[in-house]
């Protein structure tokens, strides 16, 4: 069952490089997410996207950009990595509930640690 | 803008015991859902338990239970049996009905349970 599958787990970037972290989901979900977590802290909403060429902006979006081209994958992109951008990134996928919600229908990523140096 | 917040950044139990880690909530809309999710030290987020805002009983699941008083805009968890694996960070979280499952997190706690 591959769920939520996010590359890579680790990285180590120096200040004002690029790189892209890949987000898929094999649920055929609508919704993704980009979170990011600060030590010590929860997570933040970082980009989401409520269908493929739908995307939009959470609570921390500087320094970031997505994509959605597919249903399945959600890259997340950073330009100019700075020392700021340092924290664990998860992407999440969800399903359109439409009115009914139900609890277990977020879906986690397994997280990448990511260090700018 | 909804908010969640969590008091105790740190909490200790013994084995067995049961616990109670704090979770309230800010919002206006009528319509929301609650969550708490585990997360050990390996860093995934495991989902524990919902509660949504128009269910009249407290949701529980295995030793896991909420405590939904939404007149004081709280949702407590409750871990009853705890056990040497309970020990994690624990987040509770509010999504707005309608709002493409955005989750808005609190801050946490870090749940030790002791021999």
């Known amino acids: 069952n591959a769920g939520v599958t996010q590359t890579p787990k680790f990285r180590i970037l120096k200040i004002g490089q690029s790189m892209t972290l890949q987000c898929t989901q094999d649920?055929?979900?609508?919704?993704m997410y980009w979170y990011r977590q600060d030590p010590g802290m929860g997570l933040k909403l970082i980009y989401y996207s409520v269908g493929a060429g739908i995307t939009d902006k959470g609570e921390v979006p500087n320094g970031y950009n997505v994509s959605r081209s597919t249903t399945e994958d959600f890259p997340l992109r950073l330009e100019l990595a700075a020392p700021s951008q340092t924290s664990v990134y998860f992407c999440?996928?969800?399903?359109?509930?439409?009115?009914?919600?139900?609890?277990?229908?977020?879906?986690f990523g397994e997280g990448s640690w990511l260090t700018v140096v | 803008a909804q908010k969640i917040t969590q008091t105790q950044p740190g909490m200790f139990v013994q084995e067995k015991e049961a616990v109670t880690l704090d979770c309230t909530y800010d919002t206006s809309d009528q319509s929301y859902g609650l969550f708490w999710y585990k997360q050990p030290s390996s860093g995934e987020m495991i989902f524990l338990i919902y509660q949504g805002s128009y269910d009249e009983q407290n949701a529980t699941e295995g030793r896991y239970s909420l405590n939904f008083q939404k007149a004081r805009k709280s949702a407590n968890l409750v871990i009853s049996a705890s056990q040497l694996g309970d020990s994690a960070m624990y987040f509770c979280?509010?999504?707005?009905?309608?709002?493409?499952?955005?989750?808005?997190f609190g801050t946490g706690t870090r749940l030790q349970v002791t021999l």
């Open positions: 979280a509010i999504v707005l009905t309608g709002t493409a499952s955005k989750l808005t």
């Open positions: 649920m055929n979900h609508n919704y």
């Open positions: 999440a996928s969800s399903y359109s509930p439409g009115t009914a919600f139900t609890g277990n229908t977020i879906y």
